[in-house]
């Protein structure tokens, strides 16, 4: 409460609620988390951080000034009967005035109000642009033009159907979700969606037509096996599945009903025999699986195939495991009577690498969760990428070649955590022992290394610390008992040796002196370790997040790229070695990556995609998504990107180009035929109850009795609850993420009750800081157009940490737009003009968004953010951004109000009138002369001079000053009548902006796709009649006119364009163009050990060839005249006799290959693999032959050639047996053969980095 005898009282409760705040910790900065960690669990407690929007500092392609990207990012929607009949009366809008920004109202010189001279914050400079109307368009001018395949679905529609991950096959895209798989084929990209009464659930009515899988565990990861037409994915249970690519398809079903025919449904793989049903249903039926098995404990993070066909998987606690495609083959040939069998047989097959380069329960590679995967294929490697370490593999004989740090140093890891998922057994089994709960998700615990250890007290006080910040004294205390459960079996002890002949006694005491010592010490290291492992878990504080890697690919030189959370990316060569490093998004997060002929595309968590050379160079950049990027793939000339809401784009691989500057002159031409205009009515209302709780009547008389008509009711309160006690608990919650009160809880209910919750409205969102609370309610009829509210909280108060003063604000997306609703209360007494400017600009420029409190909970409850200033978040932004100490600078973030497009201010601001006495107040508020009253308003004299509010409006006042009044006193002769007698004032306004530039009004704007929201004042007024507290409540009721876009509609324009376009297609034919290149043989004999050369030339003078080589099949020979029957391995793997160095690379302009083929004397000699015999996979002694295939294109096109050359093995007279000389034949031979695959790739890299 600003006024009465308590006014002062309110204004010095800043000290006293610093002082109730001795024993919590000051707002701190929110670690910087991996997103992809994100997506797999939400943490019970944490800050959520907000995407960063630094458009601005973005440079466009083609000279443009990029826009946002929330300008096309929204799905489109319709109006539907029961809206249609919504009552949109003809209206006269009130008279707005524009608020300063002007040059001339910017320019004046004059003091501000009974505030002082000087300007106030924002004013001039180059904080002016903030304050601009974002820029919008048809299409977007600063990046190429996309295929919408899914637009951006709103987030309520995607609960247990988010995607997660995508890959592409020849003639599909491939998509994973929390409830399985989907896929789209590429024959249909440009269809149409089905439309809100689609057969489709929410989210997907504008998405080109897929096909969804039956549910299952959510889909971690995907790999397609080319070779035999599957797409495997992983799975949170555990589980590894296999999907044929040739899944029924709906056209087909569509037209065999048609002409009532039974078509054939394939269960997905595995051998399942085909079903008999009925073409119409199987339509619309999900498809199931093939063969899956029981890979993992945890969630499988991440799969790829080798080399060789083998697949490799990992999981969380750093656990690797191969399966064999030969196990894996026999397993998909068995049928579906025998699928339990089929997944017995993989099962058993599994090769555990952890196991194997774990001795005494030291383990050589890291405990952290495997983060990706990668098969070098030129080297017959593979690649494994933890969070800080990497560890590459021998993909032939399974040997660990190097683990090395993210610096490139090698480590030589003694990691106690155990070897494989045994080890991790025991420490679930002890963590939930010790804590009462199971571990869904838990892996192996890293380990830290015993020179990196602090002491006990040390690591407890620290954790503590920190735990303090995060969890409560009962958190804590659980925590502690795991401490205490982990501490001696966390660190392993050293094996007792045999005490000597005739010293048996002696040694046998010292040694168990030493033992004794040695235990003490490992206690003491290993409490240490377990109470910095759990403090952790809770904060990360111990984990330098900044430089955890997120993505790694490999380029078409054969170089290894990979990507951090604090935007560095790394060139590795093939042997582990750090060639250079790039920033060229100081602090914003990598968030994945893929590659395409001789470029790399690089997708970041604010958005953003990079197309850079193979030297690193930035050819292209622009804004993809307004969320973070997740997935990158290429599939049949477009670049894929998935972004964190959902939403599919396709860039043309030929980007940049002459056609993306045909297809944007194209879609705008034909904008009208894809933008759609809705309307709808929002009413805010804004009090300051001054801690009252008014009666029902009060309440109906604010907001019930004018509701009837408007489709969105926006709520904000101030004063709800104040006090030091309560601001100082509301302070201490808020660091933990938690917000709300019973009394807030209070007032949603009664809002509701007025409303007609539940019957009318639905309550949407709300956010609660300290005495600020703001709710947002939407009408039934219109809930499906109205999604992704999310919420934000900024406080003013003593030091900026205090809710008190402040602002609480929601950010909605409804009918394709942004709209952004801000509750405030500024900074109190008349002179304090200053103070509420500066309040303002540090609100406008702090709000940072997340996801609010949850509708349905019992209290106010827990909210998913809390508020976190702009000025302390990471120039990455949201979900996973960097950290901008790598260089000490920090990027100047742009606000994310400034990219809403209508944003609307609406509390008690207290600005006061100046230059006037109480009873001249009274006396022309007793004649209503408000046209002079407003001449001495402080508000609308600071936004004439352009110092707050800049570029927002406000409808013309026409009601009393609604401060200070008596309570329960009704009429004008309520105003203070007291000691103090405050002067009348307007505290309680509403201010806002659309997207119309400058000072046009709604009818010198006209609503359309460069000017998509166009709003206007049809209710202002203050309810005189309401007595319950010295603020009257306020309300204001706009009409609201949208424009957006039928994505579906501008999809089929899009391909109409492509495919009849003459321009477009001459410039493809053109793209189609390989270079010539020659191979010196198609057929090739090897006996053992012999070594035959493929020369590969590029007869080409300008372009360059990138060329890589597959195993199209392997055939047996018993006799001569045998029919050859050739049968592929996984993903086109060579045969474990075969090498073929190097199997991809770059040949520059009139230069040649040369391509090792060699025949290398294989043999498994274990008896045994994890206990099971494995003698019936070993290579036979037949002839063999396989067919390479040479697959050539050039640097950027379309199309690609291939040469198919036959390589026979013949067995010689004196064939060597698989003894310990041909074992050891074979360790001698790696060598040498990874010295080859290194020296190519390092003649490769050293070419592709000359100018």
Known sequence: MDGGGNENKVEDEDKQALAGLSSVPNPHRAKVQSYSQQLRGERKLHHRQGRKHSLDDIPASGGS???????????????DEEEATLDLKPFTPLSEFVAAGSPAAAGSSSPGPGGGGGSGPGAGGKGEAIFKVPMRAAVHPGRPPCLELRPHPLRETQVGKFLRNIACTETQLWAGQESGVRFWRFDRIYDPGCGLGGKVRRGDEDAAPFDESASTSPTFCLMVDAANGLVWSGHKDGKIRSWKTDQYS????????????????????????????????????????????????????????????????????????????????????????EKRMAALLVERSAIDLRSQVTVNGNCSISSSDVKCLLSDNIRAKLWCAQSLTFSIWDARTKELLRVFNIDGQTENRVDGSGGGEKGQQQQQQQQQESSGHGGEEGGATPQIPP??????????SQARDSLTIEIDHNIWARHMQIVAKEALPAVPEKPEKPAKEGKGKSGNKKEKGQGFLQRSRNAIMGAADAVRRVATRGTNV????????????????????????????????????????????????????CTYGTRIYVGYVSGIIQMLDLEGHLLQMWVAHSNPVLKLAVGKGYVYSLASHGGIRGWNTLS???????????????????????????LIGTWNVGQGRPSQEAMMAWLGSTASDVGIVVVGLQEVDMGAGFLAMSAAKETVGLEGSAIGQWWLDNIGKALGEGSVFERMGSRQLAGLLVSLWVRKNMRQHVGDVDAGAVPCGFGRAIGNKGGVGLRIRVRDRIMCFVNCHLAAHLEAVN?????????????VFGKPTIPNAAAAGVSSSSHTLKSDKNSGGGGGGGNNNNNGSSEDTKPELSDADMVVFFGDFNYRLFGISYDEARDFVSQRCFDWLRERDQLRAEMKAGRVFQGMHEANITFPPTYKFERNVPGLGGYDSGEKKRIPAWCDRVIFRDTRPGSATPSQCEC??????????????????????????????????????????????????????????????????????????NSIALQNQDTAILRIANKSAADKVVFRIYCEGQANFKDEGDEAEYHARGN???????????????????????????????????????????????EDTRDKEVILVVVVQGSSSTEVTTHRVHVRHCLSANTLRADSKSGSRRGQKSDPRQQSGASAATNDSRSSQKP
């Open 542 to 593: 111990f984990v330098d997040d900044s430089k955890k890697t997120e993505a790694i690919v490999m380029t078409a030189d054969g170089m290894v790229w990979s990507g951090c959370t604090n935007g560095l990316i790394i060139q590795w060569d093939g042997n582990g070695n750090r060639v250079q490093d790039f920033n060229l998004l100081n602090g914003t997060a990598v968030q994945c990556f």
């Open 1008 to 1081: 359309s796709l460069e000017c998509p929201v166009v709003s206007a004042v049809i209710q202002y007024e203050a309810v005189m009649e309401v007595t319950e507290s010295d603020h009257k409540p306020v309300r204001c009721k706009f009409h609201i006119q949208v424009a957006h876009t039928d994505r579906s509609v501008r999809r089929q324009e899009f391909g109409e364009i492509l495919k009849t376009n003459e321009k477009i297609q001459s410039l493809l034919e053109e793209s189609r163009v390989v270079p010539e290149t020659a191979i010196s043989t």
């Open 451 to 460: 020179d990196t250890f602090l002491s006990a007290e040390e690591a407890t």
């Open 1132 to 1178: 086109h793997g060579f045969p474990r006799w075969l090498e073929v160095t190097p199997a991809a690379g770059i040949i520059k302009p009139d230069n040649s290959m040369e391509v090792s083929v060699h025949h290398e004397e294989f043999h498994t000699l274990e008896d045994l693999v994890d206990g099971i015999p494995q003698n019936w996979w070993c």
């Open 65 to 79: 000034r990029p826009l946002s990207s929330s300008d096309d990012d929204f799905s489109n929607y319709s109006l």
């Open 835 to 847: 103070r509420r400017n500066a309040d303002f600009d540090h609100i406008y420029r702090n709000m």
């Open 656 to 682: 940049p180009s002459p056609i993306d500057q045909i297809l944007r002159s194209e879609l705008a031409g034909k904008e009208l035929t894809y933008t759609r205009k809705d309307q709808f009515r929002v």
């Open 250 to 337: 709906a056209p087909a079903a569509a037209a065999a009903a048609a002409a009532g025919e039974q078509e054939v449904v394939d269960g997905g793989g595995g051998g399942q025999p085909p079903q008999q049903v009925d073409a119409a249903a199987a339509a619309n039926a999900p498809f199931k699986e093939g063969l899956s098995w029981q890979a993992h404990k945890g969630p499988v993070l991440s799969m790829v195939m080798s080399s060789y066909g083998d697949l490799w998987s990992g999981s969380e606690g750093g656990v690797i495991k191969i399966w064999p495609w030969e196990s894996i083959e026999k397993s998909l040939s068995l049928k579906s009577e």
